[in-house]
């Protein structure tokens, strides 16, 4: 989302490999003519940014008012993937058209927490999920987004390592708010789903701090 420029390519290598995050360039480059029509109409970085996670917080409230109508878990999915896009174009409408600020950099760092927090809220309200492991699961997810937050204090990139960040977080509650729609029995399998994110989120943070750590230094 809308942040300063020097937050994001410069450490596109944390994640590389191991993150779906790696593959933001090429999403990039088929969003760039729809980010220069927006330009054009005088949409900012930072109303896509506000705008994108009022719609998540919508949408987290209207699944937690309705966890038995399990077919509108299908918008999960279906947002999630339109989100990427408005994270994208957020912020190229920032790097390429002089949008870069410092309200930015915080609405992009606030809102993504706010937003996952919203949508993720409501996994755990279905049947045979577990609340205090989802509840984990976003707590370990806003530790993971401070980690790779707080590396530019110490001198290093904003961190995006792997292999549990955002855009890996959005894959798996995509996946699962699919499966909920078509009625998959997923009861027990939920344990086994939110504790191996939880691992994968330890490991993150590690590898953020690490990583963070070691770019400092050089």
Not at 42 to 53: D, R
Not at 155 to 167: E, H, I, L, Q, W
Request: aromatic share 8%; net charge neutral; with cysteine.
């Amino acid at each position: 989302m809308a942040q300063f420029a020097t937050l994001d390519y410069p450490c596109l290598r944390g994640e590389g490999n191991l993150s779906i995050y790696a593959l933001k360039p090429r999403f990039q480059a088929l969003l760039r003519p729809l980010t220069r029509l927006l330009h054009g109409a005088g949409v900012t970085a930072n109303q896509v940014t506000v705008g994108a996670c009022a719609i998540s917080v919508a949408l987290g409230v209207l699944l937690a008012l309705n966890p038995r109508n399990e077919s509108l878990f299908l918008l999960v999915p279906a947002w999630l993937a339109l989100r990427m896009a408005f994270n994208a174009i957020d912020g190229m409408l920032a790097r390429e058209f002089g949008q870069a600020s410092a309200l930015g950099a915080y609405l992009n760092e606030l809102s993504d927490v706010v937003s996952d927090s919203a949508l993720y809220l409501p996994f755990a309200l279905l049947p045979g999920s577990n609340p205090w492991l989802v509840g984990a699961v976003i707590a370990l997810a806003i530790v993971s987004e401070m980690a790779g937050a707080l590396a530019p204090l110490v001198g290093a990139g904003r961190r995006y390592d792997g292999p549990m960040g955002k855009s890996d977080r959005a894959f798996v509650f995509g996946l699962l708010g699919l499966l909920v729609a078509a009625g998959a029995p997923l009861g027990s399998a939920f344990d086994w789903i939110w504790g191996a994110m939880l691992a994968l989120l330890v490991v993150t943070i590690v590898n953020r701090v690490r990583q963070g750590v070691a770019d400092a230094q050089r």
